[in-house]
């Protein structure tokens, strides 16, 4: 009896009190710059789940306010990552994360992506400390993806 009472209880624990799959990630002063991109890049990798385009509003969480100023609102946004300059960050099947640059303000990272397509291509992503208000004071936050480099198929 006591075992049945237990396994419920973990389960109540497990299904009502943890965090949401579906919660946005929102930024935090802890959350280094290369989590940042790691955030942003595993939530494009699975764009449509658990909803659809969760991963572009996940992204687009992490835009560095003038960013979304820029590029909003979130609908503006969304069409801009399904057009061909970035629809391959979308359901993408991997990527990789290299280092260029750190410093206390600024990082930026060299991004290759393996689309669904199996073809390669590489970005420019720069994170920045903001310095501000709205809660994000401290945050690293995205202020520039430039445009894909084609760097060819995977077969």
């Given at each position: 009896?006591?075992?049945?009472?237990?396994?419920?209880?973990?389960?109540?624990?497990?299904?009502?009190?943890?965090?949401?799959?579906?919660?946005?990630?929102?930024?935090?002063?802890?959350i280094?710059?290369?989590?940042?991109?790691?955030?942003?890049?595993?939530?494009?990798?699975?764009?449509?789940?658990?909803?659809?385009?969760?991963?572009?509003?996940?992204?687009?969480?992490?835009?560095?306010?003038?960013?979304?100023?820029?590029?909003?609102?979130?609908?503006?946004?969304?069409?801009?990552?399904?057009?061909?300059?970035?629809?391959?960050?979308?359901?993408?099947?991997?990527?990789e994360?290299?280092?260029?640059?750190?410093?206390?303000?600024?990082?930026?990272?060299?991004?290759?992506?393996?689309?669904?397509?199996?073809?390669?291509?590489?970005?420019?992503?720069?994170?920045?400390?903001?310095?501000?208000?709205?809660?994000?004071?401290?945050?690293?936050?995205?202020?520039?993806?430039?445009?894909?480099?084609?760097?060819?198929?995977?077969?």
């Amino acid at each position: 009896m006591k075992t049945k009472f237990f396994i419920k209880l973990i389960f109540f624990l497990i299904i009502f009190l943890k965090p949401s799959m579906a919660e946005i990630i929102k930024p935090k002063s802890s959350i280094d710059p290369s989590q940042v991109v790691k955030i942003q890049l595993a939530a494009l990798m699975k764009n449509d789940f658990p909803n659809k385009d969760r991963g572009i509003e996940q992204t687009w969480e992490f835009a560095h306010p003038n960013n979304q100023k820029i590029t909003g609102p979130i609908e503006r946004f969304k069409y801009m990552m399904k057009s061909d300059s970035y629809s391959m960050l979308l359901n993408h099947s991997s990527h990789e994360i290299k280092e260029v640059y750190l410093s206390k303000e600024v990082a930026t990272y060299e991004v290759t992506v393996l689309d669904k397509e199996k073809k390669y291509y590489k970005f420019k992503w720069q994170v920045e400390k903001y310095k501000g208000e709205n809660g994000l004071n401290d945050c690293w936050l995205t202020t520039a993806v430039s445009q894909p480099i084609s760097m060819g198929s995977s077969i």
